[in-house]
């Protein structure tokens, strides 16, 4: 019986084993799913019905066969339903549309036809609808189907062109990085502009103050969490100074700055070369090795502690608005209002991370470690993280060259960038206090002292 178990065992491997190398692999009998995919589009209402224009890579609804002849040449003749079928499988059935409230019913073909990639009629939205609706390319067009682009033309049914509309799209399983580009015509042909990567959730194409105040308070509440460099810094600012009334006023000043250079950068007024994002980088992880060793070398000067704060608060409002700038596309006319309700949230993570961080330094430092020693073991701990983002970031930072052009800038607003450096400056003389009361066992005063007393006792023989 074990014998022809080990039989059976030994023929069921070998089976397996001729099945693994004969039959090919599930993806190599699919479609390759497309790396890249770009896609373009326009909505725009007119009276009582919602035109939608879209323009994806035919590539890229990989599930469908579509006809060939010659050498892989699209069959431009036979393609038509198997066009309607991708445009409704692939585009329309993962596109949701909502107006006001309430869920627009599923839009129907008006129009699709196959254009080349050098076509240039998606530059407006005028230009766009006149070429769907022209005449097809002729059957002699010698287009390979991974080459062409799909147009179509959709209507949706709405009730009224002032209402207030939203999309939800799904449009991200059409490759592994979708990048869709997104233009709300309005009655008034206002143009609105969106491009964001992958599927963003419900996106309102004219938002009401109130909608885009609650969308930034909860992007800036997650940017301050998910910001490891930015909570790196509240702790090493929390641990010497726990008491709640005494962070007001280093906090406060820290808020006030990042605001300033936040709302400035929104309005770009501050500089726009390339190297800046890397720079501020640079110094945001200075501003936490700074900090650290600070509370490494003593406590005394804490007073001092404000200016320093409101110095890097300008550096951490850039910081803020680069993860912020993607974003504003998404406030519509309330540009004030987005900016706004992004600091409240940053606000209220700070707030939160600090009435977190307190108890818990306070209770490691009653339960587990002295207080002098664990403020220069975490400090430590922080300077040692921040001083290798520092150099990496330095190391990136060196890579771009600097023009005087682009430091002094040719807008006399990008002072502000200036006036950061000289706010930094001025709290890294805050140092000197600290460094006044350092005692080193062989200080220069103590070395010369003692060559004085050799030289009396010898008597000033050398």
């Not at 504003?328 to 009435?355: P, Y």
Request: charge should be positive.
């Amino acid at each position: 019986m074990p014998r022809a178990f080990h039989r059976s065992a030994i023929l069921s491997i070998v089976i397996l084993l001729a099945v693994l190398i004969l039959v090919p692999p599930l993806s190599a009998l699919a479609h390759d799913i497309p790396g890249d995919v770009t896609i373009q589009a326009f909505l725009k209402p007119a009276g009582d019905r919602m035109n939608l224009l879209v323009r994806v890579p035919l590539y890229s609804m990989r599930d469908i066969d579509f006809p060939q002849r010659g050498p892989g040449y699209l069959d431009l003749l036979r393609a038509e339903p198997f066009l309607r079928d991708a445009a409704k499988v692939w585009i329309s059935d993962a596109l949701t549309l909502w107006e006001n409230s309430a869920r627009v019913p599923n839009p129907r073909v008006v129009s699709c036809r196959v254009s080349l990639q050098s076509d240039r009629s998606f530059a407006s939205y005028d230009q766009a609808l006149s070429h769907v609706r022209s005449t097809p390319l002729p059957n002699e067009t010698e287009v390979y189907w991974k080459q062409a682009m799909l147009d179509v033309l959709y209507e949706y049914d709405i009730q009224s062109e002032r209402s207030s509309f939203s999309i939800q799209t799904g449009l991200a399983r059409l490759g592994l990085r979708v990048v869709t580009v997104l233009r709300f015509v309005t009655p008034e042909g206002k143009v609105r502009a969106f491009e964001f990567v992958g599927d963003p959730g419900l996106l309102r194409l004219d938002p009401r103050w109130h909608q885009v105040a609650l969308r930034f308070i909860q992007a800036g509440f997650c940017h301050i969490l998910t910001g490891t460099d930015h909570l790196l810094f509240l702790f090493c600012l929390v641990i010497p100074i726990r008491r709640f009334r005494s962070l007001v006023l280093a906090i406060t000043s820290f808020t006030a700055a990042h605001s300033i250079t936040l709302v400035a950068s929104a309005f770009d007024l501050g500089p726009s070369a390339l190297w800046f994002p890397a720079l501020i980088e640079t110094l945001v992880a200075i501003s936490i090795v700074w900090l650290a060793l600070a509370n490494i070398v003593g406590s005394k000067g804490l007073h001092y502690r404000w200016l320093a704060a409101f110095g890097f608060g300008l550096v951490h409002g850039f910081a803020f608005s680069f993860g912020l700038r993607e974003s504003l596309q998404f406030a519509g006319a309330h540009l004030l209002t987005s900016l706004l309700s992004f600091n409240i949230g940053v606000e209220l993570g700070q707030v939160l991370v600090l009435l977190l961080l307190i108890p818990v330094i306070e209770a490691v430092f009653r339960f587990v470690v002295a207080e002098r020693m664990g403020t220069i073991v975490l400090s430590a701990l922080a300077a040692h993280t921040a001083w290798h983002w520092m150099q990496e970031r330095a190391a990136r930072l060196s890579q771009f060259r600097w023009e005087w052009q682009d430091i002094v800038g040719s807008n006399p607003v990008s002072v502000i960038g200036w006036l950061m450096l000289v706010v930094i400056l001025a709290a890294l003389l805050c140092c000197l206090p600290w460094l006044r009361r350092i005692r080193f066992p062989f200080s220069i005063g103590t070395i010369a002292q003692t060559n004085h007393m050799h030289s009396s006792k010898s008597g000033g023989e050398i």
